[in-house]
């Protein structure tokens, strides 16, 4: 699995599986890099939100494993919604990862994480931070550019214009919260839907139907969750630092059958995502828009 890519719209290979780094600290963050790629991962997935860049670009220099085999994904901050800030954010994560160009950078959300989902949808703004990343996609900063979060009206915006289409749009899709209807609108446009969160923070691992059927496959809920993504043509993005963790998400190499998936897509969707409800992504209105 860890081999086989993606295209991107823009003729870009992506790796089918990375490796997300929220919540792992900037002095823990090399080290989860060079385990990861020690054990196969070509894919790490960072923001500038998540305060680990340094360390992600450190792990990424010093792994052993020569760049252009690696992906690297960062994400300007939500609250950059004007062309000068997102030109200066753009600029310090090129210098704050140490590297030489990103190879997708993405908006992180359509809205300031205060304003998340309430109402106001900041399209001018996300045009500026949308056209500080196609200059810099012009000028060899970028390889790749893309979306976090962003609802179809908000993509509708960018699309109707912006002169580059998004290559990506990362949003929240697991068992229990897959948002159909905003990823099929998604693949009809050809951008490649990445799942963030693929185990729903952690909630949905002990899930007794989940657990159940992962026993027929022989494998634990997490890679049940990942293949799940996997089969519905998503990139899902697995956030950890422990590198047994690493290696078990990694060993996906199964099919699920199709009645199973019927099963896993009516799962009763997640009513409280616990300590991380507090942040915007898995709060009441995130998940009834």
Known sequence: MLNETYTLNNGVLIPKLGLGTWFIADDKAAQAVRDAASIGYRHFDTAQAYGNERGV??????????RDELFVTTKLAAEIKTLDAAR???DGSLKTLGLDVIDLMIIHSPQP??????????????LEAWRALEEAQAAGKVRAIGLSNFEKADIENILKHGSVKPAVNQILAHVSNTPFTLIDYIKSQDILVEAYSPFGHGEILQNA??????????VGVAQLAIRYCLQLGLLPLPKTANPAHMRSNAE????????DIQTLKTITPIEN???ATVFPVYGENARSA
Request: with cysteine; hydrophobic share 40%.
């Open 113 to 126: 994480w205060m304003e998340f989902r309430k109402g106001e949808h900041f399209f001018e703004g996300n």
């Open 57 to 66: 670009g450190e792990g990424i220099r010093t792994c052993g494993v020569a």
């Open 273 to 275: 995502y616990g300590e």
């Open 209 to 218: 139907t989940l657990v159940s059927m992962a026993k027929t496959y022989g």
């Open 88 to 90: 200066a954010a753009i």
């Open 252 to 259: 996906v190499d199964f099919q699920i059958s199709d009645a």
